[in-house]
């Protein structure tokens, strides 16, 4: 754990949020991994099987080509095993006596329609997500130990999904109140930015050095950026 903690250490320090890039970490440890034995561990299989990739890490895997094929031939043959399963159970629903009763055919068809759904989580999805809870934890703990709030004081670098997550998990009101202060006085700060930039687009002021307020979009953004839908969309 202490290499997590040395980690954030270095996150902090160079201004990037700590989860955002321990999520990243895990999600390139799986494709390291992936290269080497995940594609044909059959663990994996299964759990693809029960779920499979989410549409945005589906089609990174894609660039692994050929070297899916062992995977899916077993996805896929679960899949068919699964389909004729449900048509032999429809089969014997449409031919029992309950089909005169509509509404309780209803309801046994919509048990039957869960035997298809999925179960599971993407696995690249699921690494990341025990990554964000670890590496949250790990957080708390960083947070509680002298002299680290001075050091995230002045340069606070968690998202704002980051920082939502850390104040829902937090069991020390003197560190939610610190996260929160000190990301109110950070908005604050690029709000007054936001202004200056503005201010400096007048062409009575055009001619003033340009400074920080140029950049601020470009921490907002980074700031604001939607963790789920990284996951799913990149
Ligand atoms: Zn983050
Ligand atoms: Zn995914």
Not at 57 to 81: D, E, I, N, S, W
Not at 120 to 125: A, I, R
Not at 169 to 197: C, M, N, P
Request: glycine share 6%; net charge positive.
């Amino acid at each position: 754990m202490d290499y997590l903690l040395r980690g954030i250490e270095r996150y902090v320090a160079a201004g990037e949020c700590p989860v955002c890039r321990e999520m990243w970490e895990a999600e390139e440890a799986f494709y390291r991994w992936f290269d080497i034995e995940y594609y044909g561990s059959l663990s994996l299989f299964e759990q693809v099987s029960r779920g499979g990739f989410c549409a945005g890490h589906g089609k990174k895997l894609a660039a692994y080509g050929p070297l899916l094929t062992g995977m899916y031939q077993f996805v896929l043959g679960g899949r068919l095993k699964l389909l004729d399963n449900y048509r032999m159970r429809l089969g014997i629903l449409l031919m029992s006596v309950w089909r005169k009763l509509s509404f309780l055919l209803r309801f046994l068809h919509r048990r039957l329609d869960k035997m298809l759904a999925a179960d599971k989580l993407c696995p690249v999805c699921e690494d990341r997500e025990s990554a964000r809870k670890l590496c949250l934890i790990m957080l708390h703990r960083y947070l509680a130990a002298p002299g680290n709030r001075a050091k995230y004081g002045p340069n606070p670098c968690l998202c704002w999904d980051h920082l939502v997550d850390m104040l829902a998990t937090s069991q020390d009101f003197a560190e939610t109140i610190f996260l929160v202060e000190v990301h109110l006085g950070q908005l604050r700060d690029w709000e007054k930015q936001f202004s200056e930039y503005f201010r400096k687009l007048d062409y009575r002021f055009a001619a003033e050095a340009k400074g920080q307020e140029q950049h601020v979009w470009h921490k907002a953004l980074r700031f604001s950026v939607n963790q789920a839908k990284v996951a799913k969309e990149e």
